[in-house]
């Protein structure tokens, strides 16, 4: 076999090669694009992000009943992971809220690893959930930090993905008008 034939042999094998990865790159995106064409709510019934659970009630036994504090009218539950600055500085505002330290508003944290960092900017004004990582895939959190508010029964009445220019306390405050119009209806 001469260069010439090997050379020729060789890039039809990687068009081969390549035609091949494309046709799998295209399976894969055409999947996507039907989860998300579908609406809400894939084939299993569950939302598909936790922004499409406002509304939902957490039940009141299993793993997710973890995220209720018992007699708090209102409880923001922040989703933090070890080592990431924005958790912490996220945590340190909202333990900074009026609301918060008066106890009007409960604070919890649910890390995905390790409470300790957590505790540390909590400073005592709220608790933890370690090793939570089962509860952010049960509700769809994109990211953390990600702040959820639930009301007195439980149910998610707001949710976001903060940023470093939101006013948490305007936050807490805007989750807790929520909260009394849920309540109202």
């Known amino acids: 076999m001469s260069f010439m034939e090997s050379a020729v042999l060789l890039a039809w094998v990687a068009l081969v090669l390549l035609a091949l990865g494309l046709a799998g790159l295209l399976r894969q995106v055409t999947v996507l694009t039907r989860g ?35 007699g708090a009218h209102r409880t923001v539950v922040a989703f933090v992971s070890p080592g990431c600055s924005s958790c912490a500085v996220t945590l340190s505002g909202l333990a900074d809220v009026a609301d918060v330290r008066a106890g009007s508003v409960a604070l919890i944290a649910v890390s995905t690893g390790s409470c300790e960092p957590a505790q540390d900017n909590l400073a005592g004004a709220g608790r933890c959930i370690a090793q939570g990582r089962a509860l952010l895939e049960q509700l769809h959190v994109p990211a953390t930090p990600y702040l959820l508010a639930l009301d007195a029964s439980s149910t998610i009445v707001a949710a976001t993905l903060p940023d470093q220019d939101l006013d948490l306390t305007a936050w807490v405050h805007r989750a807790r008008g929520a909260l009394n119009l849920t309540e109202e209806q």
């Open 36 to 70: 998300q064409a579908g609406g809400a709510a894939p084939a299993g019934g569950s939302p598909r992000s936790t922004r499409d659970l406002v509304g939902f009630r957490l039940p009141a036994h299993g793993e997710l009943a973890a995220l209720v504090e018992p």
